[in-house]
Structures are given as C-alpha cells and as structure tokens.
C-alpha cells in the first residue's frame, strides 16, 4: 500500500499546485525528490559509542541504516585525522520518505515545546528547504530514558521545483507548520 502522503499528493497537491501556477503539462508540478538527515557529532572521535548510539537511533527514526560520514581532511586544532567518523547521515527516497515526512509534520514537531512554526526562511534559491531540530527526542520512537547525549539533526528536503516559491507551496501543501504562512 503507497504512503498516505504520496496518495495525497497524486489526488490533491498536483491539481492544486497545477491551478496555482497555471504550468502546462502535469510533469512540471513541483516533487519531492529525497530527504537528507544528518547528524554531526563533534565528540565522536574521543566517544564512538555516541556515535553508534545516534546511528541506531537515526536507523529507528527513519526506518532506514545510516551511513557514518568520514573527515576529509585532517585537522589538528580539533584532533581530527583524516578518515574518522564524525557522524552519520541517511537519504530517504520512495515511501520511506513520504513516511518520514508525514510522522515529522504530524507527530514530532508538534511534540516541541514552545513550537511556532518552522522557519521559512531555509530555502536555497534552488527550490531546496533546509531545517534542523535541536534534539532528537521530538520523535516518539526514541526511548527519553535510553539515551545518553541529546544530538541536533540537520534535515534537508530536495525537490525539483525551480524556484522557493513552488517548494514552499509544495511542503506547505503537505502540511509543514511554517512560521509565516504566506
């Protein structure tokens, strides 16, 4: 069975962003593409057990193994050679993402206190949105009293629009709170 959200899009978003900015063929309404999440972690080299800790951690928030990221260079002020671990990412594609995308607008960023919308100023002129949450204990999966250090998670959403304009109007129609709705 196809993710809520992507059904949603077919039946909904795609007519309705059609309309909004009178494309000519169906093809060009905007997508989304993929997720990217990424967790850096500055203690990893001096504490790999964090560093497995937050890769089990992203594997249960997106149902999905992480990659660890490796430094490229070395760099002495922050003993960091070239090759170490340093964190861990995972790009979601397909029904993961879908999925991902529907337990974070409904689920998670409600959970955050004090929460008035996402910021809408994260897009990069090329239609990509970038967020990050300051803790990962937004997510219902993770056991608050399991973990060890609270780490940030840097979330980038790609789509094929060309513009910020039609991204906004493409998560917005998904449902991501921002801050400012237009």
Do not use: W
Not at 84 to 110: H, I, K, Q, W
Not at 152 to 173: D, H, P, Q, R, Y
């Amino acid at each position: 069975m196809a993710a809520r959200l992507r059904t949603k899009y077919k039946n909904e978003i795609v007519p309705e962003l059609n309309k909004k900015f009178k494309f000519k063929s169906i093809m060009q309404v905007p997508r989304l593409e993929k997720i990217v999440l990424n967790v850096g972690m500055g203690e990893a080299h001096t504490n790999p057990k964090a560093l497995e800790a937050a890769v089990e951690e992203l594997a249960l928030i997106t149902g999905q193994r992480p990659v660890k990221t490796k430094a490229k260079k070395s760099i002495a002020g922050f003993k960091i050679r070239e090759g170490m671990s340093l964190g861990c990412m995972v790009t979601l594609r397909g029904d993961y993402m879908y999925e991902f995308l529907d337990r974070l607008v409904n689920v998670a960023l409600p959970r955050v206190r004090d929460f008035k919308g996402v910021n809408d100023k994260g897009f990069d002129g090329r239609g990509n949105y970038n967020m990050s949450i300051k803790e990962q204990i937004i997510f219902p999966e993770i056991k608050v009293d399991k973990i060890n250090t609270l780490y940030g998670i840097n979330m980038t959403f790609v789509t094929n629009s060309k513009s910020n304009e039609e991204a906004f109007s493409l998560l917005a129609a998904f449902g991501m709170p921002y801050r400012n709705q237009k």
